[in-house]
């Protein structure tokens, strides 16, 4: 079946660095990505793969990965600070019933 609209998801990120230190948070393409766009990434199920991307706000505007502009970034304050991670799955695919997965490499550079 088609997916008609968007599926969207968060997920969370926590990152302890030394108070007053400052540090990014990036997100690799996965180990399934066909572009380096933020909806670059696929998930797999058994070869059938569908496109999702990965962002830094609840509007899915601005894409999060490895890139200048695209990273998050943040000063530690010596204890856990959360980031959200807002996914959707691309509209207008169409889908197999199954578990689709792709592994996303965090990169925290400080």
């Known amino acids: 079946?088609?997916?008609?609209?968007?599926?969207?998801?968060?997920?969370?990120?926590?990152?302890?660095?030394?108070?007053?230190?400052?540090?990014?948070?990036?997100?690799?393409?996965?180990?399934?990505?066909?572009?380096?766009?933020?909806?670059?990434?696929?998930?797999?199920?058994?070869?059938?793969?569908r496109a999702y991307g990965l962002y830094h706000d609840a509007s899915r505007s601005l894409g999060w990965g490895l890139g200048v502009g695209t990273v998050a970034a943040g000063v530690g304050t010596g204890g856990n600070q959360v980031l959200t991670v807002f996914g959707r799955i691309v509209a207008g695919q169409q889908a197999l019933v199954g578990t689709y997965s792709d592994r996303v490499v965090v990169v925290v550079a400080y």
């Open 1 to 49: 079946a088609a997916l008609g609209a968007p599926v969207d998801q968060t997920a969370s990120l926590s990152v302890t660095c030394t108070n007053g230190s400052a540090y990014t948070v990036g997100l690799d393409q996965g180990i399934n990505a066909v572009e380096a766009g933020p909806s670059g990434r696929r998930m797999d199920n058994g070869g059938n793969l």
